[in-house]
């Protein structure tokens, strides 16, 4: 059983930046898994905002299009997801997983709010 554990959430200002993290706990990027990042916003759906393939190809939803970037460390079992000019509309809870999910694997996200 994988654990990924999710960090670099908090407050900041329409326009901002962050940084998101997502640790795996066992060697799993050097497979042929792709990984993605999701958000659930309040009253919504959970949805795919990026993922990113075994070999570093990657797709956004068109939503972040041109401000998100996903990324991949496999020597240190990372994922991350560098979020640039942030919109209120971005305020959500940021969860990686597999590309598809894989619904044992869901963690506790973390909380990304947007707001002057």
């Known amino acids: 059983q994988v654990q990924l554990v999710e960090s670099g959430g908090g407050l900041v200002q329409p326009g901002g930046s962050l940084r998101l993290s997502c640790a795996a706990s066992?060697?799993?990027?050097?497979?042929?898994?792709?990984m993605g990042w999701y958000r659930q916003a309040p009253g919504k759906q959970r949805e795919l905002v990026a993922r990113?393939?075994?070999?570093?190809?990657?797709a956004y939803a068109d939503s972040v299009k041109g401000r998100f970037t996903i990324s991949r460390d496999n020597a240190k079992n990372t994922v991350y997801l560098q979020m640039n000019s942030l919109k209120p509309e971005d305020t959500a809870v940021y969860y990686c997983?597999?590309?598809?999910?894989?619904?044992?694997?869901w963690g506790q996200g973390t909380l990304v709010t947007v707001s002057s």
């Open positions: 990113i393939y075994s070999r570093g190809s990657t």
């Open positions: 066992r060697t799993i990027f050097s497979s042929i898994d792709t």
């Open positions: 997983n597999f590309y598809p999910y894989n619904s044992n694997a």
